[in-house]
């Protein structure tokens, strides 16, 4: 137990959570079936005195039965439109969700905590991912009222009245990552339930224990069967709710297969809207005249921040071959700098791996790379504990190797010289993905092209800078196999909804009608209340 453990910080210190509780149709309920243990890679001490993974406690263990209970009670929630939730008024669908905020915001020690033990993030980033979700949701209110705003209004073309509005689309089934599972999960369910859909939430594999503190809040903040929140694996759970053709948009961030997967399931395609977030393979591209302290310092940051488990994590380096020899010492240097240490250490850098296997198949990478040419960089590359590969810096990467084809999602580094421009272009052009870049130089005459075709073959160009999803509102994107849909605050809330319209034409009848729908209280849609 962590409890037992001396070394760990008594804030810290959690006794294992055993959850059997769940949400349906607005009723927390008690799970009498299987139930999966939850474990930390992080080593604690057992009550023999030996290191083991430590165990955090348990949750449900579902499968197909509830999974269509759940989405019973979404579909029952919806009702084909004419449910409580999707025709409320917009101010009271956010009186909810602002109800919510205040009840999530008294768990923000427990959900912080349980980030560093179960996905190893370090105490910062852990508080850092807390209240950021707070302000996306009060981002995303704010966003719905001017988008409400806007639509609290008239137009008037050809002789047609018009009055224009963004309606929910149905039931939603959502599924976040591990590496950030709360915020980017929220980043898809909020706007989800907000713009008026109803939702199952099944929460990542690894971060599963932090949704459970946050059960009673969705409970007592929202009418039953808005959210729907059941616990298991993706194929127990996912896989029955999808086969049904019930599901109106798939909300998934995680990885394109699995996302395939789950769209091959649906038996009516053109019916399933999809808002995805999936991998990347994003590079830097270092020309000959960039600032190496801020290339380094930046390239540090962008593929090594959460040991580089992140979409945005740079995971391939593009460098001149004429500062290459600086860079790659320069850089090496520096990743040997860098901390390792538990995730409620003040000075860590690197963490734990949370995927029992990751470290296997870090080194796998490596060794790989090692037998195709490639030489490890740094004196600590690669590395390996029971929880941790040490990041490898590896030169020169070629297409031979594993490393660069992969989304490694991990703490290895591959960098690639080159000579001409085109070079690092093609591969770009060339790849499967396409989220974002980041050029690191000074010329403007060599920028400025670089931009112009970039712009094209990504959906974010960093200038001298790592490439990252913030801040929420700046559109989040990207091309063939990174993404579908975008995932700002403003965008989100247009990703889930759809526009939809009254028309008239302009008579005498039709302008009473209109008049009277307007100043009553008959039709919640045809609103030209201004939201403050």
């Known amino acids: 137990m962590s409890k037992n453990n001396p070394q760990i910080p008594n804030d810290i210190k959690l006794d294992p959570i055993f959850n059997t509780s769940y949400l349906i149709d607005g009723e927390i309920k008690e799970w009498e079936g299987p139930m999966a243990e939850v474990h930390s890679t992080i080593q604690s001490l057992d009550e023999e005195g030996k290191t ?66 179960e996905i190893c993030k370090t105490r910062a980033d852990s508080y850092k991912e ?69 939702t199952i939430f099944k929460p990542a594999k690894l971060g599963i224990l932090l949704i459970t503190p946050l059960l009673e809040a969705f409970k007592e903040s929202f009418p039953p069967g808005v959210v729907n929140i059941i616990f298991g694996r993706g194929r127990s759970i996912a896989s029955p709710i999808m086969s049904t053709g019930k599901i109106d948009v798939l909300a998934l961030i995680g990885h394109s297969s699995s996302a395939v997967a789950l769209q091959d399931q649906h038996p009516n395609k053109n019916k399933l809207r999809l808002a ?40 391939i380096l593009y460098v001149h071959e004429d500062i ?26 690197l963490t734990p791996l949370p995927e029992p296997s990751k470290p296997a198949y870090i080194r796998g990478l490596v060794d790989d790379a090692l037998q195709h040419g490639a030489k490890i960089l740094n004196e600590k590359g690669g590395k390996v504990s029971k929880n941790y590969c040490y990041p490898a810096v590896l030169y020169p990467v070629n297409k031979e190797m594993a490393v660069y084809h992969e989304e490694q999602f991990g703490p290895v580094v591959p960098i690639v010289s080159f000579k001409n421009i085109s070079e690092p272009l093609d591969d770009i052009a060339e790849s499967n993905y396409g989220q974002q870049v980041s050029i690191f130089g000074k010329d403007t005459v060599s920028i400025g092209p670089l931009v112009d075709i970039l712009a094209n073959l990504v959906c974010r160009i960093n200038l001298n800078s790592a490439c990252q999803r913030g801040p929420d509102v700046y559109p989040f994107t990207g091309r063939k196999n990174s993404a579908v849909a975008t995932l700002s605050v403003f965008d989100a809330l247009r990703t889930f909804s759809i526009r939809t319209f009254v028309a008239a034409k302009d008579n005498e009848t039709n302008t009473t009608i209109l008049k009277k729908l307007v100043d009553s209280d008959d039709s919640n849609f045809m609103s030209t209340e201004y939201l403050f």
């Open 324 to 349: 290459v020899e600086e860079f790659n010492k320069r850089f090496a240097r520096a990743v040997d700098r860098l901390t390792y240490g538990m995730p409620w250490e003040k000075d860590a850098f």
């Open 52 to 117: 083991r993974p430590t165990l955090l406690g348990s949750v449900p263990d579902m499968g197909e039965k509830a999974a269509l209970e759940a989405l019973s009670a979404a579909e029952k929630a919806f009702d084909r439109g004419q449910g409580v939730w999707p025709t409320l008024p917009v101010r009271e669908r956010i009186k909810c969700l602002e109800t919510f905020v205040e009840k999530m915001k008294a768990q923000r020690e427990i959900v912080s905590t349980l980030l560093m033990w």
């Open 130 to 198: 807390f209240d950021r979700t707070i302000t996306y949701i009060t981002d995303t209110i704010d966003a719905y009222k001017k988008l409400d705003r806007k639509s609290a209004r008239f137009e008037k073309e050809s002789g047609i009245h018009a009055h224009i509005r963004r309606s929910p689309i149905g039931v939603v089934l959502c599924l976040g990552p591990y590496n950030y599972p709360l915020n980017e999960t929220f980043c898809l369910l909020i706007p989800a339930i907000l713009i008026g859909n109803t």
């Open 276 to 315: 995805l977030g999936l991998e990347a393979k994003n590079p830097a591209i270092i020309l000959p005249d960039a600032d190496l302290d801020i290339a380094v310092e930046e390239c540090i940051s962008g593929s090594l921040s959460y040991n580089g488990q992140r979409c945005t994590a740079l995971k």
